[in-house]
């Protein structure tokens, strides 16, 4: 495990069930939601039923020609924290399944995830394309820090997928989209960027964050890299921060050997708690898509909106894309409060029940205005082009009961007029 974490599933098989190596368990199941509890360490001697925590900063050898090898990366011991752990490898393993990938690596929190990767599989003078709507953190990487190293972008527009090929350029090397869009609920056709990915050899990369792999697996559309902020839905309960890079072993190769000295490492504490949160994730998001259709729907009969977004909305200008490439529309909706930014702050100063807060993803409600918080320091003219209007509220259902989500939204509606 001290080397490149190549997925088990993607190891030597007999007869469908896989090699036991490295204590882990091996057998991969055909269903989602058996993989996402039934892949763990091995047992102990104390034969316990869920995995222990590793929380120790490195591991022992027999000898000094066991520890020469495995810094030589000729075993797949562990070593040091830093590097490997069986708790973070027990994560890997899972999202490995879920996703569909060969490789992995955790890192201490989405953006370190996302930071990570371009900083591993970008030099001087490359370039980026993404999309233009995404989140504000990796708005500030792409526009701020990669220019320090003299990376350069261009953001794509995604209702004008036809100039895309237009701004490609021959120093390009990487494609990096969101779907659906944070915070704009915006999608792209990942078919359409899979075939334009590889017809101008670009590194495709999805952030994955707001459909989770039980909603959509990127990697079926021709996906070389997924990144999660595993802190929201994959954690879905606001407990702890958590970033996973899952695709080709050739560039997670590259990811892990920049991430070894650099440093990023998600704790063995945290990736227990995200391992065994994965093991209700698909019940969570059915519950999160269910709950969030119903308020989408809501609000679009409500007169305080003027607008509202949700993938499986029949409203939705990329309805028929969602429908294609994701199971269910997961629990982010946004919508325009009518009466401007004005009434969108004093609608926040009254909700009751629902959260005010820097997350989304979590088991409670949370309601945000991304011109204020997370995209604050995008320009207006930035935030115009992202399609983030003054008067956008994102919304993050979470798994209460509907009636208690929706009333709490109409009194907030009407002490804000």
Known sequence: MQTLHICKNHRKSIQGFYQNIEGISMKKYRHFETNAIRIQTNTTQEKEHASPMYLTSSFVFDGPEEMRATFAEETSLNTYSRFTNPNTTELIDKMCALEGTEAGYATATGMAAVFSTFAALLGTGDHILSCRSIFGSSHSVITKLLPKYKIGSTYLDLRDTASWQGKVRPSSKILFLETPTNPGIELIDLAFAGAFAKRNRLVFIVDNCFATPYLQQPIQYGADLIVHSATKYLDGQGRVMGGLILGKSSLIKEI??????????????????????????AVRMEKHSE??????????????????????????????????????????????????IGRGKKFLDNVKMCSLTANLGDTRTIVAHPASTTHAKLTDDERTATGIAPNLIRISVGLEHIDDITEDLELAFKASK
């Open 256 to 281: 892990y050997n920049f991430n070894r000295s650099a440093g990023p490492a998600l704790s063995p504490f945290n990736a227990w708690v995200l391992s065994k949160s994965l093991e209700t994730l």
């Open 291 to 340: 709950n969030a259709l119903k308020v989408a729907e809501w609000l679009e009969a409500n007169q305080n909106t003027t607008w509202v977004r949700y993938p499986f909305l029949p409203s939705h200008p990329q309805y028929q894309i969602a429908k294609k490439q994701m199971r269910s529309g997961s629990g982010m909706a946004c919508f325009g409060i009518k009466g401007g």
